[in-house]
């Protein structure tokens, strides 16, 4: 394949993805959450493109090298762009986990109250923000590089 299509293929694959991502971010933040089941779907086949793509230009990282001074600036700050996407609509899905998951656990210390079911109460703890909850014991989102 031609390094600069395959370079191109990769661009197109992230740019759709940002866009996906943001798409989704909207929903989230205007708890419009019934349609966010198509847009994960469709996340998830752009996912799959995007992550072929790379896989495709580390295994041929030579295709970087037909790119000019000014295209490779360019690449990076639209990957700069992709990973701040990318963060933002990892801490949004996660709020919105983390939000419902305290709802649920009032309601139930509701119910029981309410039921005079006598036990530990459910609290709802602090939740773990940024990338650290994601990972395993505040591992972190592991193997995603930041460099180019």
Known sequence: M????LI???VESMAQLTAVMRHEI???QGRQFTK???VQRRKAQIAKGYHDHQTRLRKNLAALDALSDEERTDLRKLYAAFR?????NMIALKSAHDATDRVVKMVISGVKKARGVT???VRPGKPVRGYAAYGTSGAGAAGYNRTL
């Open 2 to 5: 031609n390094p600069r299509d």
């Open 26 to 28: 909207e929903l989230i």
């Open 8 to 10: 191109q293929l990769f």
């Open 36 to 38: 966010l089941e198509d």
């Open 119 to 121: 036990g530990p109460d």
């Open 84 to 88: 701040e996407t990318l963060s933002e």
